[in-house]
């Protein structure tokens, strides 16, 4: 991976995690009080935790983060509840659709500790990190959502 390359897809990643963040924190509020809430809110400071984390990679490696790329992710998420279940009202579909997506990016999030710890020896400022951890969370993540999904795919389909 070039240095070029790296930041992209950091970036790209950093971008994914906007989106990530601010659909989990539309579901919980639509679904204040209940359970998809109350199991969703602990995941998606998890994810805010390792955006956080994301972010310093890119302050260490001095690439910067893209602000095209963090509001194209923003303003997708905002385009996309027209879509989710095809309407703008909360429902079973439209949770699952979601949960869909974040589920998808966190396995998209595990494929990224994976890729940086094959390529840690080549950067300086990706050794220290505990990728393994890293992936590990983010694999428990997955299946917590997973889990949560196919609860929300009986209630829709």
Do not use: C, F
Request: hydrophobic content about 40%.
């Amino acid at each position: 991976m070039s240095r070029d390359a790296l930041q992209t897809y950091l970036n790209d990643h950093l971008a994914g995690s906007v989106m990530a963040i601010e659909l989990g924190e539309r579901t919980i509020r639509e679904n204040e009080g209940g359970p998809v809430a109350a199991r969703l809110s602990p995941l998606v400071e998890q994810i805010r935790e390792d955006q956080t984390v994301l972010k310093g990679v890119i302050e260490r490696l001095g690439t910067g983060e893209s602000s095209l790329k963090k509001a194209g992710a923003w303003l997708a998420e905002k385009a996309g509840r027209v879509k989710l279940g095809g309407t703008d009202e909360p429902g079973d579909l439209s949770r699952l659709e979601v949960l869909e997506m974040l589920t998808t990016g966190v396995h998209g999030k595990r494929a990224l500790w994976r890729a940086l710890r094959v390529v840690a020896v080549r950067y300086e400022e990706l050794r220290g990190l505990d990728l393994d951890l890293l992936e590990r969370r983010a694999a428990e993540q997955h299946d917590e959502l997973e889990a949560m999904r196919l609860e929300a795919a009986k209630a829709a389909l």
